[in-house]
Nanobody, 113 residues
Framework: VQLVESGGGLVQAGGSLRLSCAAS????????VAWYRQAPGKQRELVAI????????TYGDFVKGRFTIARDDTNNTMYLQMTNLKPEDTAVYYC???????WGQGTQVTVSS
C-alpha cells in the first residue's frame, strides 16, 4: 500500500490550501480514509475522516467548518480543502487508510501570522 500526500506549503493566515492523497495497492473504495496532523511537540490528532461511499464525515473540534474532506474513488484520491487557515494549523498532515492500516509520509503545512 502506498499513500502519497501533496499540496502542502506555506500560506498566510486566512489563506487556503488543498491537500491530496493518492492511493495505490489498496482497494480504495473499500477503505475508510482520513487526515491526521501532528504539530511539533504534540500528539498526532484526527483532522477529518470520511467513510466508505462518502456516507459520513467527522471532523476534529478545531476544524469548526473550515475544512472539507472528500474522496474520489474513481481516481483513488482523497482531498482536504482547508480555508481560513490559522497559525495553529501548522503541522505535518498525514493521509490514513483502513483496511489495511496505512499511513502516508506526510506533507508540511505552515501558516504564517
Amino acid at each position: 500500500v502506498q499513500l502519497v500526500e501533496s499540496g502542502g506549503g506555506l500560506v498566510q493566515a486566512g489563506g487556503s490550501l488543498r491537500l491530496s492523497c493518492a492511493a495505490s495497492g489498496i482497494t480504495f473504495s473499500d477503505a475508510a480514509v482520513a487526515w491526521y496532523r501532528q504539530a511539533p511537540g504534540k500528539q498526532r490528532e484526527l483532522v477529518a475522516i470520511i467513510s466508505i461511499g462518502s456516507i459520513s464525515t467527522t471532523y476534529g473540534d478545531f476544524v469548526k467548518g473550515r475544512f472539507t474532506i472528500a474522496r474520489d474513488d474513481t481516481n483513488n484520491t482523497m482531498y482536504l480543502q482547508m480555508t481560513n487557515l490559522k497559525p495553529e494549523d501548522t503541522a505535518v498532515y498525514y493521509c490514513y487508510a483502513f483496511p489495511p492500516v496505512s499511513w502516508g509520509q506526510g506533507t508540511q503545512v505552515t501558516v504564517s501570522s
